[in-house]
């Protein structure tokens, strides 16, 4: 996913690297029909943007998920939130 992000990112002529995205990215793991299952996958994003550009950065946060095969293999299976924090250099 952080891939998929960090080419929306770089589309938006908005640098990626190094280190200006970071993932905090936890599952949620539960047993509704007593099989272990994951139901939840919360991301949390760091993002580092230049001055200008968090209208950008909060565009492709918002979309990059419908490109992103990860979230698109999973769909329908697992719930996926994200989250995110813009800091601007």
Same mark, same amino acid.
């Given at each position: 996913?952080?891939?998929?992000l960090?080419g929306a990112l770089e589309?938006?002529k908005?640098p990626?690297?190094?280190d200006k ?5 936890q599952?949620?793991i #539960?047993?509704? #029909?007593g099989v272990?299952k994951i139901?939840k ?9 230049p001055d200008g550009?968090?209208d950008a950065? #909060?565009?492709?946060l918002?979309?990059f ?8 293999t ?8 994200h989250?995110?924090d813009?800091?601007?250099?």
């Amino acid at each position: 996913m952080v891939g998929t992000l960090s080419g929306a990112l770089e589309a938006r002529k908005i640098p990626t690297s190094p280190d200006k995205v970071k993932a905090n990215i936890q599952g949620t793991i #539960e047993a509704p #029909e007593g099989v272990l299952k994951i139901t939840k996958i919360s991301c949390h994003y760091n993002v580092k943007v230049p001055d200008g550009k968090v209208d950008a950065a #909060e565009r492709a946060l918002s979309v990059f998920e419908k490109g992103c095969p990860v979230a698109q293999t999973l769909k329908g299976a697992v719930e996926f939130e994200h989250t995110w924090d813009i800091e601007v250099y």
